[in-house]
Structure formats: structure tokens, C-alpha cells
């Protein structure tokens, strides 16, 4: 399958993070997609080619307008009061207040940032936009007749809601995908996510619509990020009710544990009987990730790859986490080729 990538990743880049209160060497780094790119290349998964641009129409059609000229003008404004130095949140809206904006920028970032592990810099827009074009491209190239493509997103993007942004995400390249599938006729897609992490931001973007079912294997909340949202009894509200499914695991899940969850998420998808697929591909499932709490060797990844390819719908992967640095690249190509065997 083809892969679409684009060098203007690069463009999001930060030497630490804040990480159990201090500051410590950043894990979402450029060297991610790198790696994965260069492992693409090296076996031989097909070619890798950049994006086609694509204007705001399909950002607009998922997120909150004020949410997207914030984050266009964000740097500007920001670096206007503070100089050039990274825009981190470090105050956030209390409950029940009300949304009056403000003419400050840190009051601004903390309207719409939810944590502090997505810090806004000079080339965040333009790194999130190419992001996006990654995943439309990948849309466009299966709607010309291609089974399957691999958006090799980064920054990734399954933690921005309709108007927030966090867990390294701005926009919320899955969602906009889906939703891309959508204006161009299909009557119904399903987002598959298999981040470790619940993909909150796309819930929370078709949570109440009943076209696009979102289903979640992931860390249980009450003890791993996102934390507040991706418990099993969200099922869905109004036209959306029973289209949301998250199956949330406990930390320490081997892939036996894995693999029923993941069965059980790929049989609502079969009856849902969806036109397209969005895969939110993040492999800090894997064992040896630095952040997380599953146990997947990297020998389990080609059978996620096959049971998602026996659903027999045109796919699009979209990248998203993983953080195992020496392992990135070789995980997410055994998923890509189980997909294709
Ligand atoms: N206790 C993705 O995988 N918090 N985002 C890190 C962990 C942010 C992960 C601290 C994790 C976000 C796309
Ligand atoms: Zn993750």
C-alpha cells in the first residue's frame, strides 16, 4: 500500500516534555516518523509520497471554527505578548464558567489546550495541517480505487475534540478523514482505534451522530490517560446512541486479553456494516513502550494487521502513537503487512 508523509513534520519538535512533574526527555519526537518512514521503505510496504494540500473545508467540518482560528493565529498572538518561546498552558477555564474570550493568550491556550504535553510552537499549524493532507490524501487515493493507504500522521491527532487539543494531537486527523469519506459519499465509516490511549477527541467529535461508529481498544481510564472520558458505558447520546464502543483493558493486558477485546470491537464494526474504515494506528500497545501499561510483542502486530483486513472494507491507517523508539517502525510495518497478507 501506499504511504503518504510529509517532511513538514518535523516542524513539531520539542527536546523535553512535562512528564510526573518535571521535565523530562520529550517522547513524541520527529524521530518517530522517521523511523517509521524509513522502515516503510525498507520493507518494501510500497511507495511513500507527500500529500496533496488541501484547504480548511474538511478541518471545519469536524472542529469548532473559533477552536481553528485559535489554533491558526495561536503562535502569532502568543509570541506578540511572551516573545518566541513555546506556547504551554498553565492555567485552565473552572467548571460552570462561561466562554467570554479574552484578548490574552495564555488565557486563550487554556480555554482549548486540556493538558501540557502539546505545547504550540512556530510550526505547529503548519506540521497539523500537513498532518491533515496526509490523511486526506490517503482518502483521496482510495477513493481512486486503492484498497488501503497508510497516513503517516504526525503530530498524531486522536486527542482533539470538536474544540480542544492535547496528548501531542492539534487536529484530529482520523476524524477528518472519516468525515472526508463521508462528504464524498459514503453513507457510513466506522474509526477503529488501537491507540493504547482512548481516542477521545474522536468520540467526542461523532458522539452523537449515528453515520460513524467509533470503537476504542485501550488503557481503562480510571488509571491512564485520557482519564476523564473512554469508560465502557459510553455508548453514544441522540442520533449516535450505540455508536460509540470503547473496550478499555487494565494495565498489564497481554495480547490474549488484546485479541478478545479487539474481536469483540471488529464484530460491531462487521454489524455496523460500515463503507470505509479509519484505523487510528498507534502501537504503544507494545510492550516495551515507555508510557504505557500493555504487554504486545512485536510478533502479535501481523495478526492485528489480518483481523482488521478479514473485514474486507477499504481502509485508511492513520498514525498516532507509540513511543518505543527502537520498535516503532517494525511494529507498525508487521500490522501493515498482516493487513496485506
Ligand atoms: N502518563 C498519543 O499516544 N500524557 N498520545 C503522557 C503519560 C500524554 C499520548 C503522560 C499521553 C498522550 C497520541
Ligand atoms: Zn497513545
Same mark, same amino acid.
Given at each position: ?25 520529550? *517522547? ?25 494540500? !488541501? ?14 482560528? *485559535? $489554533?491558526?493565529?495561536?503562535? /502569532? ?23 467570554? &474570550? ?5 488565557? /486563550? ?11 504550540? $510552537? ?10 491533515? @493532507? ?13 484498497? =488501503?493507504?497508510? =497516513? %503517516?500522521?504526525? &503530530? ?24 472526508? *469519506? ?50 465502557? @458505558?459510553?455508548?453514544?447520546?441522540? #442520533?449516535? /446512541?450505540?455508536?460509540? %464502543?470503547? $473496550?478499555?483493558? &487494565? ?32 502501537? #504503544? ?28 472494507? &477499504?481502509? $485508511? !491507517? ?20 498482516? *493487513?496485506?497478507?
Amino acid at each position: 500500500m501506499k504511504t503518504i508523509f510529509s517532511e513538514k513534520h518535523a516542524l513539531q519538535s520539542v527536546e523535553r516534555e512535562f512528564y510526573r512533574g518535571g521535565w523530562v526527555e520529550a *517522547f513524541e519526537i520527529p524521530r518517530r516518523a522517521e523511523l517509521v518512514r524509513a522502515a516503510v521503505t525498507r520493507a518494501g510496504l510500497g511507495p511513500v509520497m507527500a500529500p496533496e494540500p !488541501f484547504d480548511l473545508g474538511p478541518v471545519l467540518a469536524v472542529h469548532d471554527a473559533a477552536f481553528v482560528r *485559535f $489554533l491558526e493565529g495561536a503562535w /502569532e498572538s502568543w509570541t506578540a505578548e511572551m516573545g518566541p518561546i513555546p506556547a504551554y498552558p498553565n492555567l485552565w477555564p473552572p467548571r460552570r464558567s462561561r466562554s467570554i &474570550p479574552t484578548v490574552r493568550p495564555g488565557a /486563550e491556550l487554556g480555554r482549548y489546550a486540556v493538558d501540557m504535553s502539546s505545547p504550540i $510552537l512556530a510550526g505547529t499549524w503548519e506540521a497539523a495541517r500537513a498532518a491533515v @493532507d496526509c490523511g486526506l490524501t490517503g482518502v483521496a487515493l482510495i477513493e481512486a480505487g486503492e484498497p =488501503a493507504a497508510f =497516513a %503517516l500522521c504526525r &503530530p498524531p491527532g486522536h486527542h482533539a475534540g470538536r474544540d480542544y487539543f492535547g496528548g501531542y494531537c492539534f487536529l484530529n486527523n482520523a476524524a477528518i478523514a472519516a468525515q472526508q *469519506f463521508r462528504s464524498l459519499g459514503a453513507a457510513r465509516v466506522a474509526v477503529l482505534d488501537i491507540d493504547y490511549h482512548h481516542g477521545n477527541g474522536t468520540q467526542d467529535i461523532f458522539y452523537d451522530r449515528g453515520d460513524v461508529l467509533t470503537v476504542s481498544v485501550h488503557g481503562d481510564p480510571v488509571q491512564e490517560y485520557p482519564y476523564y472520558i473512554g469508560f465502557a @458505558d459510553e455508548t453514544g447520546e441522540g #442520533d449516535g /446512541e450505540g455508536t460509540n %464502543l470503547n $473496550l478499555p483493558l &487494565p494495565w498489564g493486558a497481554d495480547f490474549a486479553a488484546y485479541r478478545r477485546a479487539l474481536t469483540e470491537g471488529l464484530a460491531r464494526i462487521r454489524a455496523f456494516a460500515p463503507d470505509r474504515l479509519v484505523v487510528s494506528l498507534g502501537v #504503544d500497545t507494545f510492550a516495551g513502550d515507555p508510557i504505557s501499561h500493555f504487554r504486545l510483542e512485536s510478533g502479535d502486530y501481523p495478526q492485528i494487521g489480518a483481523m482488521i483486513a478479514a473485514l474486507g472494507l &477499504p481502509t $485508511l !491507517f492513520a498514525m498516532e502513537g507509540g513511543y518505543a523508539i527502537e520498535a516503532i517502525g517494525e511494529n507498525v510495518v508487521h500490522l501493515l503487512e498482516g *493487513f496485506e497478507a
